[in-house]
């Protein structure tokens, strides 16, 4: 009888945490999503397929070199806080890197990836895919290559407490959404 009393605590603990860690991922995201601060970043396109969790369109923000030397003693993969500034282009980008959190300035938790003397710093950001429905996100990468190249392309991110959340994916100015509804005959 004892056993089976600690078999059913044990089972219903492993539910529980198959419950509370997707849904604390959600929450996660969402309250970025509604409470996050809104940046601008400018991007270029490739392609690609992830056979888990689908199609998606595959963003090189141009805020992945961030000017200046890593903290000293950095090191590949290593986690900091990117500090982003917003240029007199309305784009945002990050104007320096530490391992502090800073007080009053938005940051996004970046890895390092390598650090070139003094000039610059290759980081890798967390917000380098848009998920789309997966008949959209093919005619969407073909959209996003073709406008890239001729107008600024752009994603919304909103960064609350160095965790960052794709809003929104433009070309042209205008929602990749609206684009390919225009497109669609």
């Known amino acids: 009888m004892r056993k089976a009393k600690c078999l059913l605590?044990?089972?219903?603990?492993?539910?529980?945490?198959?419950?509370?860690?997707p849904a604390s991922m959600i929450v996660r995201r969402e309250r970025c999503l509604r409470e996050g601060r809104a940046f601008k970043f400018l991007t270029r396109?490739?392609?690609p397929y992830d056979p888990f969790?689908?199609?998606?369109?595959?963003?090189?923000?141009?805020?992945?070199t961030v000017p200046g030397s890593a903290p000293e003693g950095a090191r590949w993969g290593?986690?900091?806080?990117?500090?982003?500034?917003?240029?007199?282009?309305?784009?945002?980008t990050f104007g320096r890197l530490t391992r502090e959190r800073p007080d009053?300035?938005?940051?996004?938790?970046?890895?390092?990836?390598?650090?070139q003397q003094d000039t610059q710093t290759t980081v890798r950001l967390p917000f380098d895919r848009f998920y789309m429905d997966e008949t959209d996100a093919p005619?969407?990468?073909r959209v996003y290559a073709q406008h890239a190249r001729e107008t600024n392309s752009f994603v919304?991110?909103?960064v609350l407490d160095g965790?960052?959340?794709?809003?929104d994916l433009y070309v042209a100015g205008r929602p990749i959404r609206e684009v390919l509804k225009e497109q669609t005959p």
């Open 156 to 158: 919304v991110v909103r």
């Open 53 to 64: 969790r689908g199609r998606y369109v595959t963003l090189s923000p141009a805020a992945a």
């Open 163 to 167: 965790f960052a959340v794709i809003e």
């Open 104 to 115: 009053d300035t938005p940051y996004v938790d970046v890895r390092m990836l390598w650090s």
């Open 9 to 21: 605590v044990g089972l219903v603990g492993v539910a529980l945490v198959q419950l509370v860690v």
């Open 78 to 92: 290593e986690t900091l806080r990117g500090w982003v500034t917003v240029g007199s282009d309305g784009y945002a």
């Open 139 to 141: 005619e969407a990468e």
């Open 45 to 47: 396109p490739l392609d």
